[in-house]
DNA sequence: GATAATTTTATGGCTTGCCTTATTATCATA
DNA sequence: TATGATAATAAGGCAAGCCATAAAATTATC
């Protein structure tokens, strides 16, 4: 009705929002922080975003997508991915980097092409990070999982999805087999928000509070 | 060696020489019109690729791509051409859309997924139009044709490409089936660089002077 | 309720890439 | 060689997005 085009920075901060999901609470610091730039660079963007009707911007209280900004955003983040199953799938990139890949296709490609895209593909529903595909509309539903570094010692659980997007930290994943579909047991926690100690397919370390934290499974019935 | 990203900008600018070709030198003007800026921002850019040494521009004699741009813009074309492949044979794209959907991916892709790509493809040694997709390091050898305006009445011709961009002119093209690989008759050419009189698939048309300077073909022996 | 920490705004500045208007330089041609 | 067309440049401006620095507003905490 309003905008033809977003920009390619506006995109950004509106998946990043999206992406945070409604766990999490937005505010322009985290914005910031995952979109590496200063808060008042931030802070500006969220301004324009609210004049635009994307956003709405409580001083002190938070950022909320409204429905055009939900639907925007459900858009952004269907043609990211479907170019990540793409990539992964069709053309062997490497799971790591599928994201940031995909990331740079996603604000170049025309509706038309990301519907044949997904007719291609055969309307997938989740992206090889295990999040769900928007549909058309973009609408789409949470995945149902619970963050890893909330689940109870010694539990069992099947790998549902990984949000994080950061290559370095996909990279990490990835060398561990921390990835969607693989069986995890929780072995221990250590006290005062300290690492867990995972095992999986036979191999137990170490990962970090903030990790587990962009990691969603399901707890499996215990033998 | 200097320069790690290009921008958007830069790499049109580059593109829209390497796909002008030898044929007609590039000036500034013609650069202008190609990309729908004006002069004045034409110039602009041009001096910054020179100062680059992307381009050589000698005022008032032309422009020219250095080895360095003439790589960069290889490249560039690579890119689009292979996702016009992609677009045309996989995604079932309008073949008169092909090129500017395309053109919108080429500036998003990571060398890795170009390559990955070109893989997929089967790596393909023309695009949808008829032109050549350069090697990884951006050279390529032009199309072994003559142009559709050039060629003598009578003959008859195999169409070999399009070198036409705009998406109104391929959408023009595409209605009256002058596509690659048809055969081409040419009936009539009106003085005062007046239109040909074309056959195609046995239907006649009128094609402009302009258009057929963008068609590429290769006189078949007459039978 | 005062103080500290966090958030938000206000200023001013930078770069890219575009614009308009106006002037100067060169070329081509009568 | 003068002249009109074409090409190049100069000058000033605009919008998007980023930056740093600094002041104000609010929240949270002691």
Not at 127 to 135: S, V, Y
Not at 158 to 175: G, H, M, N, S
Not at 208 to 216: F, K, P
């Amino acid at each position: 009705m309003s905008d033809k085009h977003m920009s390619r920075s506006a995109e950004m901060y509106l998946k990043a929002m999206a992406e945070m999901g409604p766990r999490q609470a937005a505010t322009v610091s985290r914005l910031a922080e995952r979109l590496s730039v200063t808060q008042v660079s931030a802070n500006e963007m969220v301004r324009r975003l609210d004049e635009q009707g994307l956003v709405t911007h409580k001083p002190y209280k938070g950022i909320s997508l409204t429905l055009k900004g939900r639907q925007a955003a459900g858009n952004v983040l269907r043609r990211q991915r479907l170019w990540e199953c793409f990539l992964y799938d069709h053309l062997h990139i490497e799971w790591a980097h599928v994201y940031e890949f995909a990331c740079l296709l996603e604000h170049a490609t025309a509706p038309e092409v990301t519907e044949a895209l997904a007719e291609f593909l055969g309307n997938p529903t989740t992206c090889p990070r295990g999040n769900p595909i928007p549909a058309t509309d973009g609408t789409f539903s949470p995945v149902d999982g619970i963050p890893l570094s909330s689940a109870a010692v010694g539990v069992r659980a099947r790998l549902l999805a990984v949000t994080a997007t950061d290559t370095e930290v996909l990279k990490y994943l990835q060398d561990r087999h921390l990835l969607p579909g693989r069986e995890v047991i929780l072995r221990e926690s250590a006290p005062m928000q300290g690492p867990l100690t995972l095992e999986v397919e036979g191999r137990e370390f170490a990962l970090g509070m903030n990790m587990a934290e962009m990691i969603l499974i399901q707890p499996l019935a215990s033998h």
